[in-house]
């Protein structure tokens, strides 16, 4: 990747206060200049601006500090999602999506991709347990120079509404030292002020996670608008599910430190790994602003491809440790609903980025290459 893609955008400098359930509806401005990296999304970080409360000024440097304050600083690792592994491979349109967008990447035919798995968390030695949240991030290289970037997980839905939610539950959720769980009180007193919360979690525990990545399905979890070249948008939310049939995870304790991503990396060894790229098509009334409630299990779902990753790399400089996953980089024909999670994702990713990308880089945990030594002996 050249030097504009890892440059974030500037940090804004005046921030513009939200309220706490205050949804913004402007759309991020993507003009041509923005299609090359990270640059892309500088409307969508200064969209957010700053401030989710006029009260106290929940910015995305003290969004970032907070994953501090709970995980500590690892330099030049993500303030979340710090373990992870690079990758590459490809998405091969079926053609089905130009009905529904008329970004390129939906046109028949192959477009490179640049992805990399990762855990929930701020610890970038974190032991792998089965319930920790799985992220699958894709960058799309599209023939026409543009690009779009997405970050998915394996829940069902978000577990937030709005971000001051986030910043809440990560702090009310955190273990304690003595027990090594939360404080019950803590996280009862969050849930009784974020509802939507407490439904998103029933959801969650009603969808078991998969054995491994491989066979794992990852959702975007927020809205977007597809327009095709009649200008006609519908609302759409997108998942890849894979080919590798599921099987559900082991609920007993693991031994192996870093067992889910041993278990990838022998998996992409015997061959290439494939999800099929699913849009789900949105209806009149169907929430765009609220990533914790799920469409109707009726709606439409359009597989328009097949994303294949058939390599792994540790993570060092020029693959995905140097790429902001940032979900407000867009292609054209695709564009950000009023959801207010986009732009503050868009704006912490940023500040995380230009932080991690500013100290030291450590070696990563998974050693893609120790891994494979290890089980050729």
């Given at each position: 990747?050249?030097?504009?893609?890892?440059?974030?955008?500037?940090?804004?400098?005046?921030?513009?206060?939200?309220?706490?359930?205050?949804?913004?509806?402007?759309?991020?401005?993507?003009?041509?200049?923005?299609?090359?990296?990270?640059?892309?999304?500088?409307?969508?970080?200064?969209?957010?601006?700053?401030?989710?409360?006029?009260?106290?000024?929940?910015?995305?440097?003290?969004?970032?500090?907070?994953?501090?304050?709970?995980?500590?600083?690892?330099?030049?690792?993500?303030?979340?999602?710090?373990?992870?592994?690079?990758?590459?491979?490809?998405?091969?349109?079926?053609?089905?999506?130009?009905?529904?967008?008329?970004?390129?990447?939906?046109?028949?035919?192959?477009?490179?991709?640049?992805?990399?798995?990762?855990?929930?968390?701020?610890l970038p030695t974190v032991a792998d347990a089965?319930?920790?949240?799985?992220?699958?991030?894709?960058?799309?290289?599209?023939?026409?120079?543009?690009?779009?970037?997405?970050?998915?997980?394996?829940?069902?839905?978000?577990l937030d509404s709005v971000p001051r939610g986030?910043?809440?539950?990560?702090?009310?959720?955190?273990?304690?030292?003595?027990?090594?769980?939360?404080?019950?009180?803590?996280?009862?007193?969050?849930?009784?002020?974020?509802?939507?919360?407490?439904?998103?979690?029933?959801?969650?525990?009603?969808?078991?996670?998969?054995?491994?990545?491989?066979?794992?399905?990852?959702?975007?979890?927020?809205?977007?608008?597809?327009?095709?070249?009649?200008?006609?948008?519908?609302?759409?939310?997108?998942?890849?599910?894979?080919?590798?049939?599921?099987?559900?995870?082991?609920?007993?304790?693991?031994?192996?430190?870093?067992?889910?991503?041993?278990?990838?990396?022998?998996?992409?060894?015997?061959?290439?790994?494939?999800?099929?790229?699913?849009?789900?098509?949105?209806?009149?009334?169907?929430?765009?602003?609220?990533?914790?409630?799920?469409?109707?299990?009726?709606?439409?779902?359009?597989?328009?491809?097949?994303?294949?990753?058939?390599?792994?790399?540790?993570?060092?400089?020029?693959?995905?440790?140097?790429?902001?996953?940032?979900?407000?980089?867009?292609?054209?024909?695709?564009?950000?609903?009023?959801?207010?999670?986009?732009?503050?994702?868009?704006?912490?990713?940023?500040?995380?980025?230009?932080?991690?990308?500013?100290?030291?880089?450590?070696?990563?945990?998974?050693?893609?290459?120790?891994?494979?030594?290890?089980?050729?002996?």
């Open positions: 990747m050249n030097d504009q893609d890892q440059t974030g955008p500037p940090e804004p400098t005046q921030p513009e206060p939200l309220s706490r359930r205050e949804r913004p509806t402007r759309r991020a401005v993507l003009g041509a200049a923005a299609i090359g990296g990270i640059t892309a999304v500088g409307a969508g970080a200064c969209a957010w601006a700053g401030g989710w409360l006029p009260s106290d000024r929940l910015t995305p440097a003290k969004f970032a500090d907070r994953f501090e304050q709970l995980s500590g600083v690892h330099d030049g690792f993500r303030r979340n999602h710090a373990k992870g592994v690079s990758a590459s491979g490809t998405f091969v349109s079926n053609g089905a999506g130009v009905e529904l967008s008329s970004a390129a990447v939906f046109a028949s035919g192959s477009t490179p991709v640049t992805a990399r798995f990762s855990l929930s968390g701020g089965n319930a920790t949240t799985r992220g699958f991030a894709v960058l799309f290289h599209l023939n026409n120079g543009e690009q779009w970037r997405t970050a998915m997980v394996n829940l069902p839905v978000f986030f910043y809440d539950r990560v702090l009310a959720t955190a273990p304690v030292p003595a027990t090594g769980q939360p404080d019950p009180a803590k996280v009862a007193a969050f849930l009784a002020a974020y509802p939507e919360t407490a439904r998103a979690m029933a959801l969650v525990k009603k969808t078991p996670p998969a054995s491994d990545f491989s066979n794992s399905t990852f959702r975007g979890l927020n809205a977007f608008y597809f327009t095709n070249r009649a200008g006609k948008s519908i609302p759409v939310r997108w998942s890849v599910v894979p080919e590798d049939a599921f099987r559900p995870g082991s609920k007993d304790p693991r031994t192996d430190h870093d067992y889910l991503f041993n278990a990838l990396i022998e998996r992409v060894r015997s061959g290439p790994v494939r999800w099929r790229l699913m849009i789900t098509l949105g209806a009149p009334g169907d929430p765009t602003h609220d990533a914790t409630l799920p469409w109707p299990a009726n709606r439409p779902r359009i597989d328009v491809g097949t994303l294949t990753i058939d390599a792994l790399q540790t993570e060092e400089a020029g693959n995905a440790r140097d790429v902001n996953f940032d979900p407000l980089i867009l292609p054209q024909g695709i564009s950000p609903s009023d959801d207010p999670l986009l732009n503050a994702r868009s704006a912490v990713y940023a500040k995380s980025y230009r932080r991690r990308t500013r100290e030291a880089h450590q070696p990563s945990k998974v050693d893609v290459q120790e891994v494979e030594a290890t089980h050729d002996h």
